[in-house]
């Protein structure tokens, strides 16, 4: 069973920056692939950027292509997603997720293991 423990929310300013980290833990990191989503109120959770497990292949959202950078250290468990050019549209709780299968893919059910989320708030 893995565990994963999203830090580095909070509220910032328009065209700031922020950089959110997931701690994995109970698995064996460096074979599942990692993503981020997004789930703004009242919208549906939605895709935000993944990357293989040798941290090749990044794939990311057209809305935040460009502007976010997803990364990952094996030896430290952790994934990190990089924000920059904050928008208010940004504004969600951001879930790290992790699949056992070595394919990356964008759709949040493929995904075995989630994060609690953390929220990210951008003013304007």
């Known amino acids: 069973q893995v565990q994963l423990v999203e830090v580095g929310g909070g509220l910032v300013q328009a065209g700031g920056s922020q950089r959110l980290s997931c701690a994995a833990s109970?698995?064996?990191?460096?074979?599942?692939?990692m993503a981020w989503f997004r789930q703004a109120p009242g919208k549906e959770r939605e895709f935000v950027a993944a990357?293989?497990?040798?941290?090749?292949?990044?794939s990311y959202a057209g809305s935040v292509k460009g502007r976010f950078t997803i990364s990952r250290d094996n030896a430290k468990n952790t994934v990190y997603l990089q924000m920059n050019s904050l928008k208010p549209e940004d504004t969600a709780a951001y879930y790290c997720a992790a699949k056992s299968s070595g394919i990356i893919a964008t759709v949040a059910w493929l995904y075995n293991y989630w994060g609690q989320g953390t929220q990210v708030t951008v003013s304007s």
């Open positions: 990357i293989g497990r040798t941290g090749s292949m990044p």
């Open positions: 109970g698995g064996t990191f460096s074979t599942y692939v």
